[in-house]
């Protein structure tokens, strides 16, 4: 799909005086709402679930009232952008099931990788990598994907033209069109939902989502979203690819140039809330039966995390796989 202009001044200057007027006559709990408070419209089903969003009157194609169909038992792939990916040859690589976030798009051209499900919850990479964003789109997969995130889409294309199915995920500690939830109404939320939501010991919020039609924690890394979106899907066998997480503030995605760097603040978040994160869904999914394996022998997650495979040990021509 081709990009559209960005907004032109005078709907940036609409914009902005709709968000101030939501700060004036919204609490701070609320001001994560504030780009949607203008053209958006969210519907929830009868258990405050996000089922349905319309931008500007245009409904998007969402499967949240759709039922979870059986995960292929030989599990699914979830490809990250970590530099780790450049070494892999996927054209030799089996897979079946494939989740991709962010820029892993551009494995498309580079590698004829095919995306059965996708995820995008920042903001600042629809921004800055519309080119990217309209590969997504333009596929016939599965987005999930938060309303802001979806809003931030509608600025640079055109809705209707989208292919792709989009799932919308609301984040369990500021859920789209409500009040932000304090700790204590996130642990009586937990209480409520302890078959769909695992809350850590933790200095910070943090938890795992076991059905992402409840929402989603936000691990700090697009990925940890993406892996509570394949839990929820089913997937009992799940293979990291790229999930890199060290220096990533000078080390470029496997798709970028030295030059063309998005910012990251991955390394900020990684002792504090990254690896925390990582560490106790570990454990969760090995009590559940869940295989999680990393196919990043470079990544910053130790194998007490998730146990590390090369990814040759899953290649097609045995005799690569035994040399390597």
């Known amino acids: 799909m081709k990009a559209r202009a960005w907004s032109t001044p005078a709907q940036r200057a609409g914009n902005t005086l709709f968000k101030l007027f939501y700060r004036w006559t919204h609490s701070r709990a609320f001001r994560h709402n504030e780009r949607l408070a203008h053209g958006v419209e969210l519907a929830r089903d009868e258990h405050g679930r996000l089922a349905r969003m319309s931008i500007r009157r245009r409904a998007l194609a969402c499967v949240n009232a759709v039922p979870f169909g059986a995960a292929d038992p030989e599990g699914c792939h979830l490809i990250a952008t970590g530099p780790s990916v450049n070494e892999i040859d996927y054209r030799i690589l089996p897979m079946r099931r494939v989740m991709g976030v962010n820029g892993a798009i551009a494995l498309q051209d580079r590698q004829g990788v095919r995306f059965d499900y996708y995820s995008i919850v920042d903001s600042g990479f629809v921004r800055q990598r519309p080119d990217l964003v309209a590969r997504v789109i333009g596929e016939p997969l599965t987005l999930f994907a938060t309303p802001l995130v979806l809003w931030y889409i509608a600025q640079q294309f055109e809705i209707g033209h989208m292919r792709c199915r989009v799932f919308l995920l609301d984040d369990l500690l500021f859920p789209a069109g409500r009040r932000a939830l304090t700790l204590d109404a996130l642990r009586a939320a937990h209480d409520h939902n302890r078959d769909s939501i695992a809350l850590f010991d933790t200095p910070e919020a943090a938890g795992f989502s076991l059905?992402?039609?409840?929402?989603?924690?936000?691990?700090?890394?697009?990925?940890?979203?993406?892996?509570?979106?394949?839990v929820s899907l089913g997937f009992e066998r799940i293979f990291l690819h790229g999930l890199d997480l060290a220096d990533a503030a000078r080390t470029p995605r496997f798709y970028e140039s030295p030059g063309e760097m998005q910012p990251s603040h991955l390394d900020s978040h990684f002792h504090a809330f990254i690896e925390p994160s990582f560490r106790h869904a570990a454990a969760l999914l090995r009590s559940r039966g869940v295989q999680v394996t990393n196919l990043s022998m470079k990544s910053a997650l130790g194998e007490d995390v998730f146990p590390k495979m090369r990814w040759q040990t899953l290649a097609r021509e045995p005799e690569f796989a035994r040399v390597a």
């Open 211 to 230: 059905d992402i039609r409840h929402g989603v924690f936000d691990g700090r890394t697009v990925a940890y979203t993406a892996l509570q979106v394949l």
